[in-house]
């Protein structure tokens, strides 16, 4: 089992940062990719980025490509999102999630997940 804890989330002003944390427990951080989910109201889930066990690739969707950024630290168990100039279309719950395999923006293909962190930006 690996468990997942999310950090960071909250309320900001449209063109600001915020960075998450999802910390790791349980089973070998290190040989898992990791990935960062959103879910807004009334919207499908959505992949946000994606990082594999040693950050040599990294996946990141066309709708944040050059504002947010995925990180890992394995000596933590932790990975990062690194989100500049939010926008208002940003605000959703934030899930981290971890899969032992290769880097996917399917959430089907993880198999934990946290409990999320919302991020709420304000026009």
């Known amino acids: 089992q690996v468990q997942l804890v999310e950090s960071g989330g909250g309320l900001v002003q449209a063109g600001n940062s915020l960075k998450l944390s999802c910390a790791a427990s349980?089973?070998?951080?290190?040989?898992?990719?990791m990935g960062w989910f959103r879910h807004a109201p009334g919207m499908e889930r959505e992949f946000v980025a994606a990082i594999n066990w040693s950050a040599f690739i990294r996946n990141t969707a066309n709708s944040v490509k050059g504002r947010f950024t995925i990180s890992r630290d394995n000596a933590k168990n932790t990975v990062y999102l690194q989100m500049n100039n939010l926008k208002p279309e940003d605000t959703a719950v934030y899930y981290c999630?971890?899969?032992?395999?290769?880097?996917?923006?399917?959430?089907?293909?993880?198999?934990?997940w946290g409990q999320g962190t919302q991020v709420t930006v304000s026009s």
């Open positions: 349980g089973r070998a951080f290190n040989g898992y990719s």
């Open positions: 999630a971890a899969r032992n395999g290769g880097t996917t923006s399917y959430a089907r293909d993880y198999n934990y």
